[in-house]
């Protein structure tokens, strides 16, 4: 069972900066995607970020685009997620998930953290 747990969140004025980190026990996959997404009570899930096992392929939604940063540290079995210029828009509940890269696009995420909150202010 792959556990994995951020944290990092907190609150934090619009302009302003975290970096959000998930610890994964393991990465059991041959082929794996990381990412982050974003959930608000009474709203669906939103993906946020992926890094894929392929040259370390970075893909980002529109929304954050420009402002942050997935990364990882194959060492310390860690994600990493640099959020600047953050607006209100972008508080939520911030969740890493593991999963198999399925095609050259798209990833099937199996493993999830509890998530750590962010919350900006204007």
């Known amino acids: 069972q792959v556990q994995l747990q951020e944290s990092g969140g907190g609150s934090v004025q619009s302009g302003g900066s975290l970096r959000l980190s998930c610890e994964v026990s393991?990465?059991?996959?041959?082929?794996?995607?990381m990412g982050w997404f974003k959930q608000v009570p009474g709203k669906e899930r939103e993906w946020v970020a992926t890094i894929k096992d392929v040259n370390g392929i970075r893909t980002y939604a529109d929304s954050v685009k420009g402002r942050f940063i997935i990364s990882q540290d194959i060492d310390k079995n860690t994600l990493y997620l640099q959020m600047n210029s953050l607006k209100p828009e972008d508080t939520a509940m911030y969740y890493c998930a593991l999963g198999r890269r399925i095609n050259w696009v798209d990833c099937d995420y199996s493993d999830w953290g509890q998530g750590t909150q962010v919350t900006v202010s204007s």
């Open positions: 393991s990465v059991p996959y041959s082929r794996p995607c």
